[in-house]
């Protein structure tokens, strides 16, 4: 997990309730990633950003928002919008350049379990 | 949408055995890669093949890509509990909009007894 810190470890929101789900990464890296988990599947990808101030939706963004206002940190916002927000949201990043854009490597933070009060 | 599909789902075995996982993808792709996870945990990268490569080891691990029939697989060679696990695999593109994007596979759940 080393170089990307997610918190909290867990959290609960309350119905009607937005929550925020911090990521920092110290790796310089230029792209960061918001994926979501469910009990036995895969990864949906949430957001992406692959510069600040800009970010682009994933698969599954409705009731989600983000900002990236430093390189560092690509904070979540789970709002009250999303039904059925109980989930464990991982956070990554990768470089992204000329060189290495061949191989999107992507590092990932300890995750943050959501759930439900 | 999740263009990879792994299977088995779940792998149980015994140690010193060797583990099997298979991923099959939809679309053409620059790179494939797998990621391991241990449960409540993040992922972490473990190997990468690109699409010209047919085949790749790394320690413990042999990874092979057939672009023809898009599909993977990935062995790990004489299994450790430590190696207890989820595995998926992911694709890599760079075209477009997909830039820097992983797709992510379902998994598969790895049990390796001691």
């Known amino acids: 997990d080393g170089g990307i810190t997610q918190s909290p470890k867990y959290l609960f929101r309350k119905e009607g309730q937005n929550v925020t789900l911090s990521c920092e990464q110290n790796l310089n890296h230029d792209a960061m990633y918001w994926y979501r988990q469910d009990p036995g599947q895969g990864l949906r990808l949430i957001y992406y950003?692959?510069?600040?101030?800009?970010?682009q939706k994933g698969d599954i963004a409705e009731g989600y928002s983000v900002s990236r206002e430093k390189k560092e940190s690509f904070p979540l916002t789970v709002t009250s919008a999303q039904k059925n927000p109980t989930a464990f949201y991982l956070c990554?990043?990768?470089?992204?350049?000329?060189?290495?854009?061949?191989?999107?490597?992507?590092?990932f933070g300890a995750g943050t379990r959501l759930s439900v009060l | 949408s999740q263009q990879g599909e792994e299977d088995p789902q779940a792998l149980s075995i015994q140690e010193g055995e060797n583990a099997t996982m298979n991923c099959s993808y939809k679309t053409s792709i620059n790179n494939l890669q797998w990621y391991r996870q241990n449960s409540g945990r993040g992922l972490v990268h473990l190997i990468l093949i690109r699409s010209n490569e047919r085949e790749k080891h790394s320690g413990r691990l042999r990874v092979t890509l057939d672009t023809s029939k898009k599909s993977s697989s990935l062995l790990i060679t004489a299994s450790r509990a430590a190696d207890t696990a989820s595995y998926f695999c992911?694709?890599?593109?760079?075209?477009?909009?997909?830039?820097?994007?992983?797709?992510f596979g379902q998994g598969t759940i790895l049990t390796v007894h001691p």
């Open positions: 950003s692959q510069i600040v101030n800009d970010f």
């Open positions: 990554a990043s990768s470089i992204v350049g000329a060189v290495t854009k061949a191989k999107n490597i992507q590092y």
């Open positions: 992911a694709t890599g593109n760079t075209g477009g909009t997909s830039y820097g994007k992983l797709t």
